[in-house]
Each structure stands twice: as structure tokens, then as C-alpha cells.
């Protein structure tokens, strides 16, 4: 199907969502869970890149090594050839010199099973990408959903865990509560369970901490994550792989899954890498040393905008 069949099937609009809840899935994107065979991937580009103090971990980099820019170029060429190894279709936003850290792809917006929504960034330096994601989404004929106006709020605290399930990060700092609260009440009138993390700003987003890898298998660094989480995650019946406090900081617990038991990893998380391989994972590992010192890894780096079933 051409992207012209896809715009056809799903008209571009600004706000499809119903206020009272029940809208309709799209037939053409979306998708269900965050462990289904990934398609099609919203990928940024790094040709604009700055290391701009964006979270406590950006600002330690800037003062002890900052990114040397070229590496960090390249090492995003590796992670582009991990997806098209995995036959993954690669979508991209159009780079801009005012927007550095448009590589980061997942926190302008975010997709849902109803079309995608803008979000509200925390950084003065980083709002034109949420505009920029619009005109990505109207070229693509995705539709959008609605867009956070309530307080900041960015995708890499919007956390779908099953389908039907979502856990959403507030650290304060990146993503407000009053923004958290109003996609909440989003997803509980379409019937979602949502639940909310109050996390230390420090950890920037909910999924540096905690990120689903196949069906009821997640990966959680269980020495930063509120224990009532854990507790949460256990209820539904999910198995846990811890990932170390120190592959976390270095974002060893931000990778992404394509499904079929396939995953794109950063080389740094050699204990996540060493136990998906022991259960049999494809794990294609990059480095992401140099780029991730801008503040991000690979799940950041990626919107997924289509899965589909085994």
C-alpha cells in the first residue's frame, strides 16, 4: 500500500478523537501493544545535532566529555541499518537547523491505536518539533488524535504496556502532572486502565526505567522503580528482567522491541543482551555510547507507527 492508498483510507485531521471516548481504531496505522511486529518506524535525523543540556544526564556529559558530533552521526547510521536488516519501513521527519534534537522522535508525539497526538515539550528549544510532527503526520495521512495543552508532557513517558494498558510517567520536570493528568483522562474514556509513575526528574522519562520486550516479558531497573509498579506489572502476570541501575544511566533499559522476539539494544546493556539471548532473542546490538550522551537511546529515538500480530 502507497502512502497515497494510506491517505485515502485515513483522511488527515487535526482532531479526530471523540471527547466522549470510543473512537474509532485506524485500519491503515496504529497499533495495539508495544511488542507486535514493528512495520513502519518515525524515525528524526541527526544532521542538526546538538548537545544542549536537556536532563541531568546531558548535563554531566557536557561537563566531563561532550558528544563529539560525527560519531554520534554515524553511530544513528548504525541503528538505521538495524532497522532495515529487520525489513522494518523507516518514515522521517524533515531536518531543520533550528531543531537539534529532532533525533528524538518519540517525545514531539505520540501514536496510539486512533491516530497520533502532539505533545507539549519542556525544553523552550525543542517546541518547534511538536509543529514539525504535524506536518510528518499530514504527509503520512496519519490523522491526529488531539494534542496536550494542559502542561508539558513528552512520548517517552507515555508508556503502553499491554494493550489496553498504559503507564505514564510524571517526572516534574520534562512532563508536568497537569499534562499526564489530561492524557490520562484521554485513555480512561476510551476504557484504557491507565496508571501514573511519579518519577524523579533525574530519570527523565518512564521508559528509561521500564520497557516491554514481548508479551508479558518487561524489562524494569527494580532499583529505581517504585516498588507499587513492580508490584503492578507482577498483578497482570508479567515477568520481569532487571536491568542494573548503571546499564540504566547509561541507557541500557531503552531499547526496542520489533517483535517476534527481535530487538534492537544498545551495546552498553550486556546484562539485558545476556539474558534475551540465553531465551533465545535476535538482539541486534549498536553502539550508542557517543549519541545517547545528548540525553536519549534507542526507544527515544523511535516512534513506532505501525505493528501488527504474529
Not at 46 to 51: C, E, G, Y
Not at 173 to 180: F, I, K, M, V
Not at 271 to 288: C, H, N, P, S, Y
Request: hydrophobic share 40%; charged share 20%.
Amino acid at each position: 500500500m502507497t502512502v497515497h492508498d494510506r491517505i485515502v483510507a485515513e483522511p488527515f485531521s487535526l482532531q479526530r478523537r471523540n471527547p466522549n471516548g470510543g473512537t474509532k481504531p485506524l485500519t491503515t496505522w496504529g497499533f495495539a501493544n508495544e511488542t507486535d511486529v514493528l512495520t513502519d518506524v518515525l524515525l528524526g535525523s541527526p544532521n542538526f545535532l546538538r548537545h544542549l543540556s536537556t536532563s541531568s544526564l546531558s548535563r554531566k556529559h557536557l561537563r566531563e566529555a561532550p558528544c563529539n558530533i560525527q560519531i554520534a552521526q554515524a553511530q544513528h547510521k548504525d541503528l538505521v541499518a538495524a532497522y532495515e536488516h529487520f525489513g522494518v519501513n523507516i518514515h522521517r521527519h524533515e531536518p531543520t537547523p533550528e531543531l537539534p534534537m529532532q533525533v528524538y522522535s518519540r517525545d514531539s508525539s505520540v501514536m496510539t491505536p486512533y491516530g497520533a497526538f502532539i505533545t507539549a515539550m519542556a525544553n523552550w528549544w525543542r517546541r518547534g518539533e511538536n509543529y514539525a510532527a504535524i506536518r510528518t503526520y499530514e504527509k503520512l495521512g496519519i490523522p491526529i488524535y488531539d494534542m496536550v495543552t494542559a502542561g508539558t508532557f513528552e512520548g517517552g513517558d507515555f508508556n503502553v504496556i499491554e494493550e489496553g494498558v498504559v503507564l505514564i510517567g510524571c517526572g516534574g520536570a520534562r512532563t508536568q502532572e497537569e499534562g499526564a493528568r489530561q492524557v490520562q483522562a484521554w485513555f480512561d474514556k476510551e476504557g484504557w486502565e491507565t496508571r501514573l509513575a511519579f518519577i524523579d526528574e533525574y530519570y527523565v522519562h518512564i521508559d528509561l526505567m521500564v520497557v516491554p520486550i514481548a508479551e508479558k516479558l518487561t524489562a524494569v531497573c527494580l532499583a529505581c522503580t517504585e516498588p507499587g509498579i513492580v508490584d503492578w506489572l507482577k498483578g497482570k502476570g508479567h515477568e520481569i528482567i532487571d536491568v542494573p541501575f548503571q546499564d540504566t544511566m547509561a541507557l541500557g533499559c531503552n531499547f526496542m522491541s520489533l517483535g517476534k522476539d527481535r530487538v534492537i539494544a544498545p551495546t552498553s546493556s550486556k546484562t539485558l543482551i545476556g539474558q534475551l539471548k540465553a531465551r533465545g532473542f535476535e538482539v541486534a546490538a549498536v553502539d550508542m555510547s557517543e549519541i545517547s550522551k545528548t540525553g536519549g537511546g534507542i526507544h527515544c529515538m523511535a516512534q513506532a507507527l505501525k505493528r501488527v500480530p504474529a
